[in-house]
């Protein structure tokens, strides 16, 4: 497809387990975002790589997340023991060029849930 | 530091109807982007209009028009005649010119906006 896709849809895993979410930015892009959307901190920003490099990583909420792109293209998201508390949406957006006349193509997310 | 505020966290209209959504926004940058995306409940974030700082002047898209007014640090979003598939949540959200995130957005809180038939 043309845009920003991102798997799995779901994931339910138990607390304490390493997640891995995976998003395949629309082609060509180079820039690419992880945000975060949960009910109590709403949508938050969590890392952008620009090419393969990560110039901010300020975003990310502990040392249990990080976060890879290989490729240019494909980006893996790592939440390492898991906890309550990570349960959110977690959406993928890439754009062109990654400067500020860029617009931001969002995925359809991944929604955690850890029991 | 940026903040954007959408104080309508809630609003339900009778289709047809006009409705507004606000949005106000804090930053320090002389130039900005401002955006406005739509959530519709299955919940991918659509795109649905980009503003630079430099440019107030009103945009009108079909039934969607925007507002912008620096005055007041304003970027509000008029639906006329709403319809049921404009059922959503509205996210305003702000990027800066320079920061070392790229453009990295920081969004409202959203405003769900309920069109009954």
């Known amino acids: 497809g043309a845009g920003v896709s991102q798997s799995p849809s779901n994931k339910v895993t138990e607390k304490g387990k390493d997640v891995e979410l995976r998003c395949d930015p629309i082609s060509g892009h180079t820039a690419l975002y992880w945000y975060r959307q949960s009910l109590g901190q709403g949508l938050e920003f969590l890392i952008y790589?620009?090419?393969?490099?990560?110039?901010?990583k300020s975003g990310l909420p502990s040392d249990r997340f990080s976060a890879e792109r290989t490729g240019g293209s494909v980006s893996t998201l790592t939440i390492q023991r898991t906890q309550q508390e990570d349960s959110a949406v977690y959406l993928c957006?890439?754009?062109?060029?990654?400067?500020?006349?860029?617009?931001?193509?969002f995925g359809p997310g991944t929604r955690l849930t850890v029991l | 530091a940026q903040k954007v505020t959408q104080a309508q966290t809630e609003i339900s209209v009778v289709e047809k109807e006009d409705v507004t959504l606000d949005c106000v926004y804090e930053?320090?940058?002389?130039?900005?982007?401002l955006f406005w995306y739509k959530q519709p409940p299955s919940g991918e974030l659509v795109f649905l209009i980009r503003r630079n700082s430099f440019d107030e002047q009103n945009e009108i898209s079909g039934r969607y028009s925007w507002n912008f007014q620096k005055s007041t640090s304003s970027f509000n979003f008029t639906i006329t005649a709403s319809q049921v598939v404009d059922s959503a949540v509205y996210f305003c959200a702000l990027s800066e010119a320079w920061h070392n995130a790229g453009n990295m957005l920081t969004f409202g809180g959203g405003t769900r906006l309920m069109v009954k038939p």
């Open positions: 790589f620009q090419g393969n490099s990560a110039p901010d």
């Open positions: 930053t320090r940058d002389t130039t900005y982007y």
């Open positions: 957006a890439s754009s062109v060029l990654g400067g500020s006349t860029d617009t931001q193509y």
